[in-house]
């Protein structure tokens, strides 16, 4: 089971960003899917996750309004839509599904993790 997360890189604050994860393994396609950011030194930071059939979601207070979170499960992949991009959202970011059915914001509750993609915001 592998998750692999591309669509990271530098915009300047007020761009787009859109991350991918794509899953391998048809039971991960239904798992809850998060995506969490981290920075050098710091704890892994939950982002936004999505129930494992797409109709909830929840975002951190920092993100709200401005990413979306979605999926499709028929090709096993989960998005970051990232929009009005500002410098604090510079971090590695990192996809993650959970074989919990509930919304998690607790890095914890993840059994797997993509490699992460790294997200730059100039200002």
């Known amino acids: 089971v592998q998750l692999q997360a591309s669509g990271g890189g530098l915009v300047q604050a007020g761009g787009s960003l859109q991350l991918s994860c794509v899953g391998s393994g048809r039971t991960l396609s239904m798992y809850t899917k998060a995506w969490f950011r981290q920075l050098p030194g710091k704890e892994r930071e939950f982002v936004a996750v999505i129930s494992g059939h797409g109709r909830n979601t929840e975002y951190a207070d920092s993100v709200k309004g401005r990413f979306t979170i979605s999926r499709d499960n028929a090709e096993n992949a989960v998005w970051l839509q990232m929009d009005d991009l500002k410098p604090e959202d510079t971090a590695v970011y990192y996809c993650?599904?959970?074989?919990?059915?509930?919304?998690?914001?607790?890095?914890?509750?993840?059994?797997?993790w993509g490699q992460g993609t790294e997200v730059t915001v100039s200002s």
């Open positions: 993650a599904a959970s074989r919990k059915f509930r919304l998690s914001a607790s890095s914890y509750d993840y059994e797997y």
